[in-house]
T-cell receptor, first 115, second 120 residues
């Protein structure tokens, strides 16, 4: 069990550019979440997958955001035409849904800075 | 609607002091789960504890203890004999059970966090 990993750890981009982040969950975890955390705030839910199916999207997830989990393993989060307001830490978490006794484990996050 | 309130934005204590971090939650569900996570300067959220709504027993783990009181909708976290390594932002979070066990729980709703500074 190597934990949740995210890549890259840091990304600096110019406004208007597209960026893509990757998350590798703990192996065999069937559920994967994306959260966004801005400075001084707690993480806020963006979207989650059960295997390869995207089950829920937050209203925070504008049309410029898209997430995929093509084979039910790793996931990508893409932001198109980035804006300065997209600057945040993007956190990925995974868990195994076994009845209700499940806990989300988080990766180290990708810190995005939009100039 | 779910809501988690951590009224203490920042706390500063001297090493070896005890400190309690407050968490108050709101939910209309009868089955829910409460969590505490630690976020050190490195940024990764570290899971500390999960508590089920039907289990009000307090828990102690080393220098950490948790006081869950449904009557006041609170889930407070106490660190005894604090150490410099305890310096971090601590988040309380809430998740509700969905209609069937196979669906699991709702995504986590976090409080804004409490920044704890332990001074040597």
């Amino acid at each position: 069990d190597t934990g949740v990993s995210q890549d890259p750890r840091h990304k600096i981009t110019k406004r208007g550019q597209n960026v893509t982040f990757r998350c590798d969950p703990i192996s065999e975890h069937n559920r994967l979440y994306w959260y966004r955390q801005t400075l001084g705030q707690g993480p806020e839910f963006l979207t989650y997958f059960q295997n390869e199916a995207q089950l829920e999207k937050s209203r925070l997830l504008s049309d410029r955001f898209s997430a995929e989990r093509p084979k039910g393993s790793f996931s990508t989060l893409e932001i198109q035409r980035t804006e300065q307001g997209d600057s945040a830490m993007y956190l990925c978490a995974s868990k195994n849904v076994v009845e209700y006794t499940d806990t989300q484990y988080f990766g180290p996050g990708t810190r995005l800075t939009v100039l | 609607a779910q809501k988690v309130t951590q009224a203490q934005t920042e706390i500063s204590v001297v090493e070896k002091e005890d400190v309690t971090l407050d968490c108050v939650y709101e939910t209309r569900d009868t089955t829910y789960y409460l969590f505490w996570y630690k976020q050190p300067p490195s940024g990764e959220l570290v899971f500390l504890i999960r508590r089920n709504s039907f289990d009000e027993q307090n828990e102690i783990s080393g220098r950490y203890s948790w006081n869950f009181q449904k009557s006041t909708s609170s889930f407070n976290f106490t660190i005894t004999a604090s150490q410099v390594v305890d310096s971090a932002v601590y988040f309380c979070a809430l998740s509700e059970a969905l209609e069937s066990p196979a669906l699991g729980n709702t995504p986590l709703v976090f409080g804004k966090g409490t920044r704890l500074s332990v001074i040597a």
